[in-house]
């Protein structure tokens, strides 16, 4: 990139479910100075594991935002990343209230979900959809790793009655304790039809996608892609 | 001699495990998965199932993933192209 980018984890009030507000992190990178188009991208991130795996193109795609006058926010997800918030309390409503409490406070004009991170984006911003899932794929996902990992250790456990005692008691799922109300609500999400913001259409952007990656990897090509996606949105006025 | 489940298989495992292209044209039947590439951990395997459950429009069962199934490439072969009727 050829103008200087800068990036700075700034931390930001986030809403609680409650009333008032906790500190939580985000990675900004401003707009580059002199190309300033006055737009600020919140990029809500991929959940679980797969953020592991999609940080790194999330924030390439930021760097090619901000190189072109885009301002770009990226911030933690309560309970997950290195967010301080206790994951097991947390429910897909609160992280929604917490996406929109970041959007109000960085300015964010357009947003840009990738994978389930569309499943909590706030209502009411334009923005796009990077291979969005349903909480219902991503659950089954996490339960069937577990399935794999306990049966190697010669423990049969069951999707059915592993969803069960979630919604009961909370479930752990490769590495992460969800509380009951989180169990039972998440596989319901889908992302908000009526939603302004649109799916980026799987043929403009590089085949595989990195969530599918065992280990996190990097493709300069997909956040080449998705930043000029984002990009000719927003020059056609999109914001509008 | 690579059949369209064949090769779409090797694609699928080309894709998850960030292999060069052709590198998964090595594969013979009895090169191993699980447990002999560090990274199919269990969430791996999990996303490679779900994979070829979109890709190849079958439903695996949990019943069904056991050690066996992702021992070699050839048990994963035999049980996906069971599974599509051929």
Partial sequence: ?240 | MQNETDAQLRQILTDVLGLKPGQADGFTADTGLFGHLPELDSMAVAGLLTEIEDRLDIVIDDEDVDGDLLESYGALLTFVTARRGG
Wanted: net charge negative.
């Fill in chain 1, 1 to 240: 990139m050829g103008a200087t980018t800068l990036e700075m984890i700034e931390s930001w009030p986030c809403p609680l479910p409650g009333g008032g507000t906790r500190d939580e992190l985000a990675l900004r990178l401003a707009a580059a100075v002199g190309l300033e188009r006055g737009a600020q991208v919140l990029v809500i991130p991929a959940l679980f594991d797969e953020a592991n795996r999609m940080r790194r193109l999330s924030v390439e795609v930021m760097r090619r935002l901000s190189a072109s006058g885009v301002g770009a926010v990226l911030p933690e997800i309560p309970g997950l990343g290195d967010s301080l918030a206790d994951l097991t309390r947390q429910t897909p409503g609160d992280w929604r209230l917490a996406m929109l409490g970041a959007a109000r406070h960085f300015g964010a004009t357009h947003v840009l979900a990738i994978r389930g991170g569309a499943l909590i984006a706030p209502d009411g911003l334009p923005g796009w959809r990077y291979a969005p899932v349903t909480g219902a794929s991503q659950m089954r996902q996490m339960l069937r790793a577990r399935i794999v990992a306990a049966r190697e250790l010669g423990v049969e456990e069951k999707q059915d009655s592993l969803m069960a005692q979630g919604r009961e008691a909370g479930l752990e799922l490769v590495g992460y304790r969800l509380g009951a109300e989180f169990v039972a609500e998440f596989p319901g999400l889908v992302v908000n039809a009526d939603s302004p913001m649109r799916d980026i259409a799987p043929d403009l952007v590089p085949t595989p996608g990195l969530w599918l990656r065992a280990e996190p990897g990097e493709n300069a090509a997909q956040a080449d892609a998705l930043a000029a996606v984002v990009m000719m949105g927003i020059t056609a006025g999109d914001a509008a």
